[in-house]
């Protein structure tokens, strides 16, 4: 009788393991919008356990997401299907300025070995009909505006960044999207700390809507973790520098590297931003030679370090290698950070070399800007929402 209730216990908690671990996987993280284009973007997203994943995309035609089966988007490597716990997943083929409903789906890896068997939990997906789709909307170069909001040197303040980019702020009727303009964690040190300070409360105010561009500062290219920076932040290009466009404007995204020189002793031999840097110029040599730049009525750069020849390396750097290539190209205005003030520096300033004015937004400030053909609005606002700077720049 012994033995009986024994393998009875035996096998009952044996059943309860197995069913547990057959549990479709859940979402922790995300979904937020990245790369977000005319005719794509690219959702991210962390599950608990391994999965394979994908994403379904509908029209926002009024129709209920299970009114016919959708198109669905996988993540592919060379032609595989990575197993993993973070997904990263592009849906191609969009029209512009068009908005889309999108659910996330989950199916579990529990066992993988390869050509022999694989085993799958259950699949999941995100909530489709106790709440509404997630929705994004495509950008649109036919748009007479763009409008944005940049945040930058938030130094790991979540609550700072949820007070400024607060979902009652950042909305899609309001923003096509958001910039980070860089240091928004003081060091890379680890998943959690990115996701913690910086993913985790733009998810929770509007990310996985409104689509979030990020230009990389110095204090991303520092810690463990900093070489792992596309994984979380991928890119149309593939680099933390890239192009996008949106209404009358043509935005490049640069990346400045670090601040100081590569052989300081804070970077532990172990960055070569010097030649990063070169090979950054030559790219954008190309990206001011493309018809699409010419062709675009406002040319806007992002860049975290602003440029200064007798500053610190890596703002000598930038007006060295870059501010040639993009004087005498028709950029109306160059978006910094990095010095945590206000600061307008004029066009032809002689430190800055560059022959177009240079804004800095502060860093614990919320910069909204509108762009048309004529001119760039763009209101400074802080924390306690008082408006500080309100100005213009007239396109030439
Ligand atoms: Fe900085």
């Known amino acids: 009788m012994k033995r009986l209730i024994l393998l009875t216990f035996t096998l009952f908690a044996l059943y309860t393991a197995v069913a547990e671990e057959a549990k479709a996987p859940k979402i922790i993280l995300g979904p937020y919008i990245q790369a977000c284009g005319q005719n794509e973007f690219t959702v991210v997203w962390q599950t608990d356990t391994d999965a394979v994943c994908w994403v379904e995309i509908a029209p926002d035609d ?42 996330i789906l989950n199916k579990g890896v529990l066992l993988n070995q390869g050509n022999k068997r694989v085993r799958y939990s259950e699949s999941k997906g995100s909530n489709v009909y106790r709440r509404q789709p997630y929705k994004v909307r495509s950008l649109d170069t036919d748009s007479k505006t763009t409008r944005f909001a940049i945040g930058n040197d938030f130094h790991d303040k979540p609550e700072l960044l949820s007070q400024l980019f607060s979902k009652e702020v950042i909305n899609q009727s309001k923003y096509d999207f958001v910039v980070y303009n860089g240091d928004m964690v003081s060091s890379f040190e680890s998943e959690q700390r990115l996701v913690e300070s910086v993913i985790a409360p733009s998810v929770a105010q509007f990310a996985s ?28 290009t593939g680099t933390p520098y890239y192009t996008f466009s949106d209404g009358p404007a043509f935005f490049i995204v640069l990346d400045s590297g670090e601040d100081k020189p590569d052989s300081d002793i804070e970077y532990h031999d172990l960055v070569r931003y010097d030649h990063y840097r070169q090979q950054e110029a030559q790219w954008l040599k190309n990206v001011v030679e493309s018809k699409e730049f010419q062709q675009a009525a406002v040319k806007i750069v992002i860049i975290h370090v602003p440029p200064k020849s007798n500053g610190w ?25 990095h010095i945590h ?56």
């Open 209 to 236: 809507e409104v689509p979030l561009f990020f230009s990389r500062g110095n204090h991303e290219t520092r810690g463990a973790w900093a070489i792992n920076y596309q994984n979380y932040l991928p890119t149309q």
């Open 313 to 337: 390396h890596g703002e000598a750097e930038i007006s060295k290698l870059f501010a040639p290539i993009l004087n005498n190209v028709g950029i109306d205005v160059m978006f910094c950070a």
């Open 62 to 103: 009024g129709t209920h997401f299970y009114n016919t089966e959708r198109e669905r988007f996988y993540q592919t490597i060379h032609g595989r299907r990575p197993i993993g716990k973070w997904h990263v997943v592009t849906v191609t083929g969009l029209e512009p300025n068009t908005v889309y409903r999108y659910r």
């Open 341 to 396: 003030k206000y600061r307008f520096t004029e066009a032809n300033d002689p430190l800055s070399c560059c022959n177009f004015p240079i804004i800095c937004n502060p860093n614990r400030t919320r910069m909204d800007v509108e762009v048309n053909k004529e001119k760039i609005i763009y209101k400074i606002t802080d924390a306690e929402g008082k408006e500080i700077i309100n100005n213009e720049i007239l396109i030439q």
